[in-house]
């Protein structure tokens, strides 16, 4: 399982990675694994205000539909509209091709309180 | 043990492996499923018969098929089916446990089936006293005081509870906004919240399976309507601390609502009225033998204490103090929310499967459900082990983690391999709170000879894990449609009249 150490994590199984004041997010792999085949990902609305811990969106896989959490509060200012017709890019590439959304910060405050990739190899160890 | 289980249901289907056309990919332009003979009345066109505003502006596109090609399709496809009527079903309660044959009888009885549910009070004073009955019964079964017969299955019911708890806070002047629920609880909970206007708060479970009591008093609060409990919940377990749980809602002057889909685990045993719940669904077919809702029609009565009584849904059928029965509305009742009476049908069905039962034996059938899921939880402990490893019960959730680890056989393979080896799959993948979920609810219909079967088919599987993975991720092989890619049909729908179209 992968948890590039780059990324910061919450305890909800979100990733999330910092440029500036925009934070991109997506689903861990663990979460991918976890939730399987990915059919659907419905994506917040640019503009949208979300505050940290608030539900972002949802995923659906053959398994389950299950809640995205914001890690940080902000502004959704990108959306990844590829997932519309790829959602299995969140299992096939979670970090990358898979991300979800970005947000704008005014405070990385609530980034800067999210696990780093030990902490949150320590957690899925759980 | 010296007698055999009861046939399998492996193998083929009666004619063949193939693929049976949808209708729409059968349907002729012009065939009908009638003919009738000249009767000399003159046509006239349906513009002159009805205004031309009401009439739909454009042909719907319907499947125009003769009665031979129809009956016969839907005959080849009921020869595919693996029914609860032909094998073990260890989806159990959860989907439908098995209907005896005596209910049918009672459902065909032209004496109920042939009665218009429009006849006046004054002719049918036996199908009221028929549903008067079934309302006591349910309300001595539930430790409740009165109960709607009307919402047509389990989540009309919870959508029914909780405009009920809505009522009963705005009657008193009091807007709350939040609904509390486990995060183990069945997914029409928080939809059923959503729907009824609140917001969900996830209450999560402890390390023994059950409500995190610390966790469920630090969310409660003035702005409480309510908490949505199954128990025992959905991994089979007890709510030990239910009584606590009740006092802590009840303080902050939130309602307790029992979702009623693990009642047969309990029946005679325990009721919910006596664990302190306000509102309570029943699922009838899950408990008293009638159709599920799904495949229906189905029915999901709901039951309150005394507090609620005057919101239930009208009009109710009410025995009058001279005896005699009539329809009446409750005082501040929330309306109707289904039309005429609810699905009527299926409550003599469930009132028949009580009467024949008797108090004795509904408590028999909650002895035997737990008894028979407890017995397969030990039986599989090698094999499947428990999530939660102590007595359960009516069903017991069982995880697939060490063949995972081992062999890389998830919990989907062995359900799927479960089909060939003629028994129905359990349910899969759920409570979401256990890892690779394989929930087995045999109910208390199973013999001991078939639960060994069972077993020994599940111990097969983990065998061919070990020698043959590959053939666990191909089945099921000897069943009409083998695997089909789940993924790949959710991400590219393709609507069969569309299909129809493109060939």
Redo the contacts between chains.
Sequence with gaps: MQIPSELRYSKDHEWAKADGAVVRIGITDYAQD?L?????VDVPKIGAQVSAGGVLGEV?S?????EIYAPVSGTVSAVNDTLKNA??SVNADPYGAGWICEITTTSLDDFNSLLDAQGYQALTNN | MTSAPGGRAASAPLLGHETEPTMFEMSVPGRHAYQLRTTQVPAVALEELVPRKHLNAHDVDLVELSERDLVGHFTRLSHRQFSVDLGMYPLGSCTMKYNPKFCDAVAADPGLNSVHPGVPAELCQGWLELLVTLEEKLCVITGMSAATLQPAAGAAGELTGLLLMRAYHEARGDLRTRVLIPDSAH?TNPASVTLGGYEVTTIPSNERGLVDLASLKAALGPDVAGIMLTNPNTVGLFEEEIVEIASAVHEVGGLLYYDGANLNAILGAVRPGDMGFDIVHMNLHKTFATPHGGGGPGAGPVAVSLRLEEFLPGPKATRASSGAYEWRRPSRSIGRVHGWHGNAMVLARALAYIDVHGADGLTRVAQHAVLNANWLRKRLEDTLPAAYDRMCMHECVLTATKLKDQYGIRGLDVAKALLEEGFHSPT???P?IV?EALMFEPTETESPQTLEALALAVERIALRAQSNPESLHRAPQSTPVSRVD??RA??HLISTEDAAQRA
């Design positions: 976890a399987g085949d990915v059919v659907f659906e053959t398994k389950s539909v299950s959602p299995e | 997914g899969v993948y759920f979401l890892e789940e993924a959710a991400r």
